[in-house]
């Protein structure tokens, strides 16, 4: 069953702004992580935010948790090209060895 | 470089023919899996390995098993292949979760299969 609903499903914006991605999910977890992925390649980790944790940087990138709406969001700052890409959220539903993946943003990064 | 590495790349296979994909990693993660993707879509989780202990999905179809003869090699074996199995498949490896090492994972580049 899905766990993590991202929207919006695709996101296309300039150069240079910001992008949001928002995901929901419908159980209590551990941790919430965020990859990406390029077109035809394998997914990459970008950050892992904790149950207890409500807000985690790492350079470019902004993660939000708010357990008591089951929400994370992603934020991208001053965005690349190379940011182009599908953006997956993944939630562990309480369990050590396994995660559920939503069905991820598209976001599109015009020049 | 540690990494996890997927052969073949691409993969052509006729309808009903088995076939084998490959996954090696050089991480000594405890935990390997296979994800299929179809397009557009999510990850699907097919299985896992914790070590020597094998973990299916409830909705994975018996055409597809999986071995893991040893640490660090794990395969996806596609008995008869169908229309429907053509996508990307991935695999990902995560270390033991137990503790304090949390359940991130390292994908492979994956393995695009075709069904004709």
């Known amino acids: 069953s899905q766990q993590g609903e991202e929207d919006p499903q695709a996101l296309s914006i300039q150069e240079g702004e910001n992008a949001t991605m928002n995901c929901s999910y419908k159980t209590s977890i551990n941790n919430l992580q965020w990859y990406r992925q390029n077109s035809g390649r394998g997914l990459v980790h970008l950050i892992l935010?904790?149950?207890?944790?409500r807000e985690k940087h790492s350079g470019r990138l902004r993660v939000t948790l708010d357990t008591s709406k089951k929400s994370s969001s992603l934020l991208i700052t001053a965005s690349r090209a190379a940011d182009t890409a599908s953006y997956f959220c993944?939630?562990?539903?309480?369990?050590?060895?396994?995660?559920?993946f939503g069905k991820g943003t598209r976001l599109h990064i015009l020049p | 470089d540690a990494m996890v590495i997927q052969n073949p790349r691409y993969q052509v296979t006729q309808f009903g023919k088995p076939v084998t994909l490959s996954c090696s990693q050089t991480?000594?993660?405890?935990?390997m899996y296979w994800y299929q993707q179809k397009s557009s879509q999510a990850p699907k989780l097919l299985f896992h390995y914790y070590d020597k202990d094998f973990n299916n999905e409830a909705d994975t179809p018996d055409n597809f098993q999986s071995r893991r003869p040893n640490t660090s090699f794990c395969f996806l074996d596609i008995r008869s292949p169908g229309l429907g199995d053509a996508a990307m498949y991935l695999c990902?490896?995560?270390?033991?979760?137990?503790?304090?090492?949390?359940?991130?994972?390292?994908f492979g580049p994956g393995t695009r299969l075709t069904v004709l």
């Open positions: 935010i904790r149950s207890n944790e």
């Open positions: 990902a490896t995560s270390r033991d979760p137990s503790g304090s090492f949390y359940n991130e994972q390292f």
């Open positions: 993944a939630t562990d539903l309480n369990r050590d060895d396994k995660i559920i």
């Open positions: 991480l000594n993660h405890n935990v």
